[in-house]
């Protein structure tokens, strides 16, 4: 680069945001009930009993938000597809009105001169495919295929990027095998992988859709959570543990990189975890194996913290000492940004694959000061500190090709219900106004001067 105070040229600055967490309009326009829907009618599963229902009422008020983002400056922005929106039984027959509040969106985005990146699945499964197993079922990659089709058919004549799935560790975990989101399963773990298997031939037969029937050349990618080690110490040693314990399968449980990347990427499952899960492994498939690793275009990673790692005695890599009263946001996470140089690294020299961080930002203690205005200053400070390592790792080769912060706006976070506040822009969940934070205007400056702020 000409000048290493910037990022690349052509570098994407965007934010992000998930449908289920801004739209609201539960029933409105024949669209069909999700899985989170059916979650936040349980007593308890949701803080305070909230519910998705009216959210920030995005559906409504599009075109608001969409004049918003297009005042700040933001030049992209990722967004999801309501699967039952578009299709309320979840296949079969298509909500005209559902697909057509999509096509208005982008029209809108387009119109302002942001580039929309659209995630077919962040989260909201369609109830009534669950009430046929879901995931479970056999079926559910082609139903998958039947939506996505739908959607490229209607979008690609304008919209040139797509995301397949959005942190498949999240939901199938944390909704099939820990029961803490929707739909609130504890699955046996054998069920679990077999649900996770039939996830990845879905996304896979999505990738193949989008390729058959995009009417613009399509920038394919797929978003699992970045789980990222960090080296307790620069020594050659700390280094090679960091790595070793970023993309190694050892425990029983989802939360690991390379069951969820080596499929997709390698068109294997990783050996160490093929070991580890043998008693519980469903019949796999080659021909499943090919659909899973259709080539994509780019790897996105949601990264929000990472683990310092060291080398132990025993030469195996285990978790450092962190020090006392290290800086935690208020979901708890702990303040680590060389995750951001870490983790593209490491993902980039396995992979070789270009990346975009789809999601990274913090939970803070927002609210509306005296003044009217909401002054993040913890944000601001996180924020900078984490994308200058993301520039550290542009400056040492990684091919990183874009950042979404999360979110454009606060919203509803699953079942944290309201609690958490990860917006540029805050919301009033009683009146429904939205208010651009400081950090908002910081992310602006950043993105005018395509990051040389950073510098001042």
Known sequence: ??????????????????????????????????????FCNKPDAIWENQKG?????????????????????????????SWPRVFPEGTGMLNEKGISFYERLVDELLAKDIEPYITLFH???????????????????DWFAEYAKAVVERLSDRVSNWITMNEPQIFLGKGHLDGIN????????????????????????????IRSFAKKTPNVGYAPVGIIKI????????????????????????????????????GRYPEDGVKTFEEYLPDIDLKDMEIISQDIDFLGLNIYNGRETEMGPDSKPQPAEREMGYGLTSFDWPV?????????????EKYNKPIYITENGMANNDWVMLDGKVHDTQRIDFLKRYILELHRAIEEGVDI??????????????AEGVKQRLGLIYTDYTTLQRI??????WYKELIETNGESLFK
């Open 53 to 81: 229902d009216v959210a920030c009422d995005h559906y409504n008020r599009y075109k608001e938000d969409v004049a918003l983002m297009h005042q700040l400056g933001y030049k992209s922005y990722r967004f999801s597809i």
């Open 401 to 414: 090709r874009g950042y979404f912060l999360w979110s454009l706006m606060d919203n509803f976070e699953w």
């Open 1 to 38: 680069m000409e000048n290493t105070k910037k990022f690349p040229a052509n570098f994407v600055w965007g934010t992000a945001t998930a449908s289920y967490q801004i739209e609201g309009a539960r029933s409105q326009d024949g669209k069909g009930d999700s899985v989170w829907d059916m």
């Open 123 to 141: 989260w909201d499964y369609p109830y009534e495919l669950y009430r046929r197993g879901g995931w479970l079922n056999p079926q559910s990659p």
């Open 182 to 209: 929707a739909p609130g399963d504890k699955l046996g773990f054998a069920q679990f992988l077999q649900a996770a298997h039939n996830t990845l031939v879905a996304h896979g037969k999505a990738v193949q859709v």
């Open 336 to 348: 680590t940004p060389s995750c951001l140089y870490w983790g593209p690294k490491f993902f980039y």
């Open 231 to 266: 080296p307790s110490t620069n020594s050659k040693e700390d280094i090679e543990a960091a790595r070793q314990a970023m993309f190694s399968v050892e425990e029983i449980g989802y939360w690991n990189n390379s069951w969820w990347t080596d499929p997709v990427l390698t």
């Open 436 to 441: 651009p934070k400081d950090s908002a205007y």
